[in-house]
């Protein structure tokens, strides 16, 4: 597309209104329209075709200090996502290249060359993966899933790994690797779809239905860890947590990768009750944050490639189709109903 086509369209965007108490809804965004402009010296002019929604979306919209700087009221919400370079000043990125980047919820972003860093962007290759796998396995959560997994949680062949959130994003990398890499592993699910998938379409050893009523986690991790759990990957915090803590074995790792079931808490966090099993022990628990590997993202991504290439490793993507429908969407990672990666659709491939 040149230049001057790139200034004849609309920009359709989702703006941060206010801060959520509680579950965001509608009031909390704005939908707003602006004209894209050409790119500057050196820029490029990308189109948005998919958006990650992610768990973390829900902490940038509090106040307060994290890993990352809040969305300022009246910002375009943040948000990665891969898509199409249709306009380029660069000597870096052509038109037609497809990248990675944080597009923000807009279906268009003009970056600047002093921008690309910062703003993580990187070419893709779609003979790797598809658009939605590289939001995936080879995205941000998979990268999350592998680095948590082979950095923190050190797998050996034989030990026991218990993943909660196992049928999402995060959850499928960390288990399928876990197996290639000769752990037992079970998986924590709601409900018995995601469970009998990640059983039977994923390979896992066995699934937990943590719905499936009090005492169930409980009761699952003893018939299906009976020599206990060496490597724990959080996903969700709360009192899964605490419940496995109470069957790790001497020198287990626990991985802190997120707290899906506190996100939303409109009273303190509940932090768990049963550390002092980390004393008894002598486990460790340990915070991880994805961007920190991002200089070994590539190796991460070709290893996993291979292992999608070879089958042992599947994909699967929750696709919404619409940028307008972005608030409802986001809401189905906090009641379950996303089943795999939760990914926006904005525009046609
Ligand atoms: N540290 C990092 O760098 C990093 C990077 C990426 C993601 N994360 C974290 O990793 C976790 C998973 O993220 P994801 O992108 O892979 O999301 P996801 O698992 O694809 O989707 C979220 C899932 O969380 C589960 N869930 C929601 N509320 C829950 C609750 N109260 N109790 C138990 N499970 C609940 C639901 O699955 P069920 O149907 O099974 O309940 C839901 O489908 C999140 O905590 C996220 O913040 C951390």
Redesign the pocket.
Known sequence: MSDTAVSTLTNHQFRLASRPVGLPTRDNWSASTEAVAEPGDGGVVLQTLALSL???MRGWMNEGRSYIPPVGIGEVMRASGVGRVIASKSAHFAVGDMVSAGFGVQQYVRLGADEFKRNGMVKIDLRMGSLTQWLNVLG??GM?GYFGLMDVGQPQSGETLVV????????QTVGQVAKIKGCRVVGI???KA?CDWVVKELGFDACID?KAGPGAVREGLKEHCPKGVDIYFD??G?E?LDTVLARINRKARIII?????QYNATTAIAGPKNYLSLLVNRARME?????DYADRYHLAVLEMAGYLKDGRMKSKEDVVEGIEHFPEALLK????E?F???VLQVADQ
């Open positions: 992610d768990p973390a941000m959560p999350t909660s959130g196992a049928a999402g994003a995060v959850g699910a709601g409900g995601k943590y996903n969700v709360g899964i990768c997120g707290a899906i079931s915070g991880i944050v994805v961007f990672l906090f009641n379950g996303n795999g990666k939760l």
